[in-house]
């Protein structure tokens, strides 16, 4: 059974930690994908990355950097958490073809920052 | 940008019954897709419709599209307690989703 695993389900950091999200799939997909969720503004698109080393911003990169060195693992990092990044964070995956396919999400990481 | 508007907000049905659900986008697509959550987890792709298709099937779902009025509906048959979820649509290959259905199923 193909797999996104997130490292974390429940994640508690304080103020001005830095944070690492990581990301893994085992379904040897180029596209990588990070979105945060929250109640009543649906998904958003932080950053994604279409190959290794290999990224791009999505609707709200600003808070947030990525790092994709190894193919299959795509780390959303938070660079001084702040309060306004507490959310539910998820990750998918795809080929390159996956528009037609559809996307593999893993089961997400619950931040709350204080 | 939210490109999939997805309507009702929330839907409350009987078993039973059938649980229908809108879509709506605003630029053109090559695809468009259904996705589940269920509470506090990740999305699960249900199915998905190419712009030249006007209408999928699997299994107790049925997904219609109609690109002159930038629309999709998810149609759930004989639905289940275990449908309860929020349900997503999706389009094109960055995923913009809208906010998202949740719909209840009252046994």
């Known amino acids: 059974d193909v797999k996104v695993t997130q490292s974390s389900r429940y994640l508690v950091k304080r103020t001005g930690e830095k944070v690492f999200l990581e990301c893994v799939q085992d379904?040897?997909?180029?596209?990588m994908f990070w979105y945060r969720q929250d109640p009543g503004l649906g998904l958003r698109l932080i950053y994604f990355s279409y190959d290794v080393k290999m990224k791009e911003k999505g609707d709200i990169p600003e808070g947030y950097s990525v790092s994709r060195e190894k193919k299959e693992r795509f780390s959303l990092i938070l660079e001084s958490a702040s309060t306004n990044q507490t959310s539910m964070y998820l990750c998918a995956s795809t080929t390159p073809g996956g528009a037609h396919y559809g996307y593999t999400f893993g089961s997400g990481t619950r931040l709350t920052v204080v | 940008s939210q490109q999939g508007e997805e309507d009702p907000q929330a839907l409350s049905i009987q078993e039973g019954e059938n649980a229908t659900m809108n879509c709506s986008y605003k630029t053109s697509i090559n695809n468009l897709q259904w996705y589940r959550q269920n509470s506090g987890r990740g999305l699960v792709h249900l199915i998905l419709?190419?712009?030249?298709?006007r209408e999928k099937h699997s299994g107790r779902l049925r997904v219609t599209l109609d690109t002159s009025k930038k629309s999709s509906s998810l149609l759930i048959t004989a639905s289940r307690a275990a449908d309860t979820a929020s349900y997503f649509c999706?389009?094109?290959?960055?995923?913009?989703f809208g906010k998202g259905i949740t719909l209840s199923v009252r046994p």
């Open positions: 379904m040897d997909h180029e596209n």
């Open positions: 999706a389009t094109n290959s960055k995923l913009t």
């Open positions: 419709i190419r712009s030249n298709e």
